[in-house]
């Protein structure tokens, strides 16, 4: 259960992170500027803390698990934004 959650909560903030990417606003010629530095920075290490608190518990497989979901999660995460701006440039 800890692993689901822990994978749930980093989930939210790659979304999050994805969402406000610079760079992906600019290619999708998205309004605003998109997030600072340091909010990129905040976000990637507040997705890095439920890994660690696995670690902290003495929970290795949630760790495990985490790690994998989260490698997962990340991929599907940038695919659903990849085909969101693809299905807005008609291509």
Known sequence: MLALVSIAVST???IALCAGD???RRAARAGSEGQGTATRRLLA???CLPGLLCVLLG???AFLIWLG???AAGWLVTL???QR???RSGG
């Open 59 to 61: 929970d290795p497989a």
């Open 45 to 47: 290490a507040a997705a």
């Open 85 to 87: 701006h693809a299905g």
């Open 12 to 14: 939210l903030l790659l």
């Open 22 to 24: 610079p760079k992906r």
């Open 69 to 71: 979901g989260c490698g």
């Open 80 to 82: 659903w934004f990849g």
